[in-house]
C-alpha cells in the first residue's frame, strides 16, 4: 500500500465533526489575530457552538459507510478547478463540501417552508440586526406559532440573542456575532442552496456518473475583476452556477450578464436563488442578466426539473 493510499484512507475515517472543530479552530485563530480584543468574545461564542454540535454527532452506519465509498468513487474533485482554470479564471479559494455550516440547515429550511407566515417577521428582523437594534413586532394570530418557532430555532443557535412574548408582540434582542449578522442579511440561502443540492445529489446518487461542487469560491476573472462565486456544481460534466441574493439586486445585473458570458453558460445552466416567486423581476432578471431564476420556497422542485430530470431522465430505466 502506497504511503499516499495509506494517508487517503486515515483522512477518510476523520468524522465530520473533527472536521468541523479543525476547520473552527484554524478560521478561530486566523480572525483572533486581527481583531482587537473586545471582539474576541463573538469567535469564542462560535467556536462553542461547533463544539456542542459535535458533542451531539452520531457514529456513522455501515449502509452511510457504503454510501459514502460510492459518493467519494463518483466525486471528480478538481473537475470544476480545471474548467475554470480552461475558462481563463484563477481560483483563489473555496470549499468542495456542501456541508459547510450544516448545522445551520434547520432554521434555513424552516424559512423557507414557512415563508409566507415570516416574511414580514424576517424584513423587520433584517432591517432590525442591519441597525443593530432590539425590536418589537406586532403578530399577527396566523403567524404567532411559526414565529415562536422560527425564534426557538434561531436563540438555539445564538442567532438572536433572547426573545420573549407580550400578548401579540414579541420582542427580539439581535445578537452581535458576525454569523448572526451574515446568516440573517442573506447567507441563508447559501446554506439552503446547498442543503438542498446535496439532498437531490444524495437522491439520485446510483443514476449519476460524476459530480463536483465549489461552493463560496473566490476567483479572479478574465477580465482582472474579484469576485465570489457562490456555488459551481457539475452532474455528468455539465456544468451549472448559482448566485444567492436576498436584497436589491439591481446593482448585479451587469455583473452577472459578463460573468456568464466569461463562463460560455446557457441561460438553463445559470441561475439566481431569491426568496420568493416574483414574475416580473424574474423576466427581467432573464432579459438582462440570462440568469433562470430559482426560489426559496419551490427550490427542491425547481432543480428537480431545471436541473436533474433533464440529465437523468436518460440513464433511469
Known sequence: MTEKKQRDQKEQKVPEAFRELANALIDFITLISSQNLEERDQYIKELALVMKRMAKTPPPSDELVGFREM?????????????????????AGGSDSLKVDAYLHQVSDYLA?????????YETLKLAQNRRKDFRFKMQ???????????????QLELIDRYHFNRDE???????IHKATQFI????????????????LRKHL????????LSQTGVMRPDGKNTEIDLLLMVN??????????????????????QREFLGLDPAQSFLVCQEADPNKSLHVMKVSGMNSLYATELVEQLEKYIFEPLLSHTIS
Open 113 to 121: 417552508l414557512h415563508y409566507s407566515e415570516l416574511k414580514p417577521f
Open 206 to 213: 446510483q443514476h449519476i456518473q460524476n459530480f463536483d461542487f
Open 170 to 176: 414579541v420582542v427580539v434582542e439581535i445578537a452581535e
Open 237 to 258: 460534466q455539465k456544468f451549472f452556477w448559482f448566485e444567492c441574493k436576498s436584497g436589491n439586486i439591481a446593482s448585479y445585473y451587469q455583473k452577472f450578464a459578463s
Open 141 to 155: 394570530k396566523s403567524s404567532l406559532r411559526y414565529i415562536g418557532e422560527w425564534c426557538k430555532k434561531l436563540s
Open 185 to 200: 442579511m442573506g447567507y441563508w440561502l447559501e446554506v439552503l442552496l446547498r442543503s438542498k443540492v446535496a439532498e437531490l
Open 71 to 91: 459518493a467519494r468513487m463518483k466525486f471528480k474533485k478538481g473537475a470544476i478547478t480545471q474548467w475554470m482554470n480552461s475558462k481563463k479564471f484563477t481560483i
